[in-house]
């Protein structure tokens, strides 16, 4: 919920209220615990660009005319390696995005993709705002090269320049596992610099089709390259209350230890990293959906005793469950669409 929020951002920031396009997708800011399935996600991209007539979301001085995201794909498209097509992508995005410079430094083993900020998107660096665009730039510039080679790029580690947001545990599986926090006004991510070297393979045919619900469909693309990180997630969220252990989840898909440890890190990720994370989800859908106990709760996720599971849930959230519960009845209101059903059955996703 907490890209969504970003989303939203610029259409808050010029007063125009989102609750007609939440409510025509069933989207509930109060119940931060659920997740936006992807579809819905990818057409909430997509109204609020054509409600802001910007597809940069209004985040920006100036606006990215609608068709922006199509020619930076056909500029982009006719590359002959990942290397010159984001060389294409960083002088296109000097245009139409003047507020932020990307470049790409390229070392002997690792290379750099750099976004910086030219002049202050906000005047706090944590603004949700600004959050969200570097989030939402990194996102597209690094779906749209994997989707241009075929095939998945993994991210070695970012540095993102704001304080750890409360939605930082997805980053696991949506950048990477080795996501930091960090001060400044620019944003790295780091790679293995022979990617650069990749022949770009999609056409002119193989793009047309792409483009069909777009830009919003570049949101659909992450988790189709991390397979191992989704079975692994399936695999520790079936075994609770049981703790399962990386090399219990090795044996059930049939590979060594070593194998999936490469495999997670391949994709970013990490065994422990797709455990929290689950567990994340899992405790604030059940202090959001239900009335259970918090010692019932950090029993079903697998904690030994319940001050393991507050401290877990406090290095989550900065507090502790009962104010976390406290809190979401205190600014939820009835009758906007953000009332959490007190009703609905506990869920994971």
């Known amino acids: 919920m907490g890209f969504v929020t970003g989303m939203l951002a610029g259409m808050l920031r010029r007063n125009i209220n989102p609750t007609r396009l939440l409510a025509e997708l069933d989207i509930n800011l109060a119940d931060a615990a659920s997740r936006v399935p992807l579809d819905r996600y990818a057409t909430l991209y997509n109204l609020v660009i054509r409600e802001l007539d910007d597809e940069g979301f209004g985040l920006f001085s100036t606006p990215m005319g609608p068709g922006s995201f199509e020619f930076l794909c056909r500029g982009m498209l006719g590359a002959p390696t990942l290397a010159d097509g984001l060389d294409r992508a960083r002088r296109f995005l000097c245009i ?29 660096p944590n603004d949700p705002a600004r959050v969200f665009a570097f989030e939402w730039l990194l996102r597209l510039l690094h779906s749209l090269s994997c989707w241009l080679v075929g095939r998945g790029l993994s991210l070695d580690s970012v540095d993102f320049p704001f304080a750890r947001p409360v939605h930082a545990d997805d980053y696991t599986l949506v950048y990477t596992a080795r996501s930091n926090f960090v001060d400044g006004p620019q944003l790295t991510a780091r790679f293995n610099a022979t990617l650069l070297d990749l022949p770009i393979r999609r056409d002119e045919a193989a793009l047309s089709s792409f483009l069909e ?46 194998t ?40 079903d996720l697998g904690y030994a005793d319940t001050s393991a599971f507050y401290r877990a849930f406090t290095g989550w959230t900065g507090m502790s469950p009962e104010r976390y519960r406290k809190q979401l009845s205190t600014t939820a209101q009835p009758g906007n669409g953000l009332q959490p059903d007190r009703n609905d059955a506990p869920h994971a996703d």
């Open 96 to 124: 139409v995005l003047p507020d932020l410079r990307v470049s790409v430094n390229r070392g002997d083993d690792r290379a750099e993709l750099r976004i910086c900020e030219r002049t202050p998107l906000a005047r706090d």
């Open 260 to 299: 999936l440890h490469r495999r997670l890190e391949e994709e970013g990720s990490s065994f422990r990293g797709i455990k929290e994370a689950l567990r994340r989800d899992i405790a604030l859908a059940r202090l959001t959906k239900t009335r259970q106990p918090i010692s019932r709760v950090a029993a």
């Open 213 to 258: 619900g777009a830009p919003g469909r570049i949101s659909m693309l992450y988790r189709r390259d991390r397979n191992t990180v989704l079975r692994v997630r399936d695999l520790i969220r079936d075994a609770l209350p049981a703790s399962l252990t990386q090399d219990e989840a090795a044996d059930r898909l049939h590979m060594s230890p070593r």
